[in-house]
């Protein structure tokens, strides 16, 4: 296979932003994650994948609640905080306002879109990234969102 071509092709695939947040107790987790897809009608499902060894796989894990924000197009760099550790400190996560959701999952406060959902399954057998089905229990979207897409972003993630 042209590895090259591989990797080109592969980061052609339609992919939006978004910030998962999760949370056990007081350890929290909050990723910039792009592998995000609808997968179910009914009940409302959803698929994402996430690094193994990050902070909001494993509180995801834990606590099975996340909420799933949609990232608008002028909020890169709301995104980019996200990329690291995740720190908890005044009510601030990485310097980012959030109240507790429905299901006790941060809710960020200047994501204007987002569902609250509950761990279906994880899927760890295949591949670098876990695979995680989450069905939405809340939903809440305060105005337009233009959603931020991986292709109109600074960033390149895949292939």
């Given at each position: 296979?042209?590895?090259?071509?591989?990797?080109?092709?592969?980061?052609?695939?339609?992919?939006?932003?978004?910030?998962?947040?999760?949370r056990?107790?007081?350890?929290?987790?909050?990723?910039?994650?792009t592998?995000?897809?609808?997968?179910?009608?009914?009940?409302?499902?959803?698929m994402?994948?996430?690094?193994?060894?990050?902070n909001?796989?494993?509180?995801l894990g834990?606590s099975?609640?996340a909420?799933?924000?949609?990232?608008?197009?002028d909020?890169?760099?709301l995104?980019?905080?996200?990329?690291?550790?995740?720190?908890?400190?005044?009510g601030?996560?990485?310097?980012e306002?959030f109240?507790?959701?429905?299901?006790?999952?941060?809710?960020l406060?200047?994501?204007?879109?987002?569902?609250?959902?509950?761990?279906?399954d994880?899927?760890?057998?295949?591949?670098?990234?876990a695979?995680?089905?989450?069905?939405?229990?809340?939903?809440?979207?305060?105005?337009?969102?233009?959603?931020?897409?991986?292709?109109?972003?600074?960033?390149?993630?895949?292939?």
């Amino acid at each position: 296979m042209d590895l090259k071509a591989k990797k080109e092709t592969l980061r052609l695939l339609t992919n939006g932003v978004y910030v998962l947040a999760s949370r056990n107790g007081d350890d929290y987790g909050v990723a910039t994650i792009t592998w995000v897809s609808q997968v179910s009608f009914q009940p409302p499902l959803v698929m994402a994948a996430l690094r193994k060894d990050g902070n909001v796989f494993r509180c995801l894990g834990a606590s099975g609640v996340a909420v799933l924000h949609v990232v608008g197009s002028d909020q890169k760099e709301l995104a980019q905080k996200f990329f690291s550790t995740t720190k908890e400190s005044d009510g601030l996560l990485n310097g980012e306002p959030f109240t507790e959701g429905k299901t006790s999952a941060p809710v960020l406060k200047d994501l204007s879109a987002y569902l609250e959902c509950k761990l279906v399954d994880i899927c760890e057998d295949y591949g670098d990234h876990a695979i995680v089905i989450l069905e939405v229990v809340e939903a809440k979207s305060r105005g337009t969102v233009v959603p931020l897409v991986v292709n109109e972003s600074p960033w390149k993630y895949g292939g």
